[in-house]
């Protein structure tokens, strides 16, 4: 402090905030150096800072205590409870990881919950905890968020036999116990890339009820022609093995689009060519 020629420091308080929580405030605000914190790390800090926030907006006559945790927030600009609500998740990313990542962290935030409900089975309680060492270790979020929800939901289904609870001290341990918890954690996988799919098929389904926006011919050709440079790079055994049956008909969609387009270039020069004795004209001079 006195290398950087400081004569004060500047308190922050934050009634309510844990000790990490208001240490990761602080670095934020002050732009100090630490190590990059975990997903779950981030999640955690996240619901919490976002709960005190919420707090703070659901109290329209006190000062929000928080407003200044953000660089340039702007307290009583659109500061109605509800919309102060709604962007307390916004702020609260923005402090803990400086991005407007509040859905990715919701998602992570969700797969804790899961795993610490002592009410959730035991099996949907062991792919949650999978699925948050592996977001640790890098995995993309959304994917392993799908399964721990199509996991919740097979453990709800009276179809769907029971994976049993851990046995108990006056119970000797099943060898079948981490088979089954496999065979569940794959049903879910492919319960969610179900749900996937089928979401894609309808956001494309939508898209073509609606009247489609006209865009520039200009940006279309760059889209192609990069497209064009980019598939020398790549083998087509390999994209036709690789791809699912919903990323080929996204395929199948742009070839049919370019065919029409041949095809209508073939009818316009079909009827702008010269025809009778306008043509002979043309053809002697």
């Given at each position: 402090m006195r290398s950087l020629g400081w004569a004060t420091v500047e308190v922050r308080i934050h009634p309510g905030a844990s000790t990490d929580l208001s240490t990761a405030l602080a670095e934020q605000h002050e732009n100090g150096q630490r190590l990059d914190l975990l997903p779950t790390e981030e999640a955690r800090l996240f619901v919490e800072l976002?709960?005190?926030?919420?707090?703070?907006?659901?109290?329209?006559?006190?000062?929000?205590?928080?407003?200044?945790?953000?660089?340039?927030?702007?307290?009583?600009?659109?500061?109605?409870?509800?919309?102060?609500?709604?962007?307390?998740?916004?702020?609260?990313?923005?402090?803990i990881t400086g991005k407007l990542s509040f859905q990715r962290l919701e998602q992570i935030a969700k797969i804790i919950q899961i795993s610490e409900d002592p009410d959730a089975a035991w099996h949907v309680r062991r792919i949650a905890e999978t699925a948050l060492a592996a977001i640790d270790?890098?995995?993309?979020?959304?994917?392993?968020?799908?399964?721990?929800?199509?996991?919740?939901?097979?453990?709800?289904?009276?179809?769907v036999d029971r994976v049993p609870e851990p046995p108990t001290p006056d119970q000797p341990p099943r060898q079948a116990s981490q088979d089954e918890v496999a065979a569940m954690s794959k049903a879910a996988e492919e319960i969610a890339r179900a749900r996937r799919a089928a979401e894609i098929r309808a956001a494309a389904k939508r898209r073509l009820a609606e009247k489609p926006v006209q865009r520039s011919v200009k940006a279309l050709f760059a889209c192609v022609q990069e497209l064009d440079a980019l598939i020398k790079h790549y083998d087509e055994r390999q994209v036709a093995s690789a791809l699912t049956a919903v990323e080929c008909e996204v395929l199948w969609h742009v070839d049919a689009f370019l065919r029409s387009v041949a095809a209508a270039r073939e009818q316009l020069a079909t009827e702008n060519a010269p025809t009778g004795a306008g043509a002979s004209f043309a053809e002697a001079v």
């Open positions: 976002r709960d005190l926030y919420r707090a703070d907006a659901r109290r329209p006559t006190e000062t929000d205590a928080y407003a200044g945790a953000l660089p340039g927030s702007v307290v009583g600009k659109d500061s109605s409870p509800r919309r102060a609500v709604l962007r307390s998740r916004h702020k609260a990313a923005l402090a270790d890098g995995a993309p979020v959304d994917p392993h968020h799908r399964k721990v929800q199509a996991a919740q939901t097979l453990s709800t289904l009276p179809s």
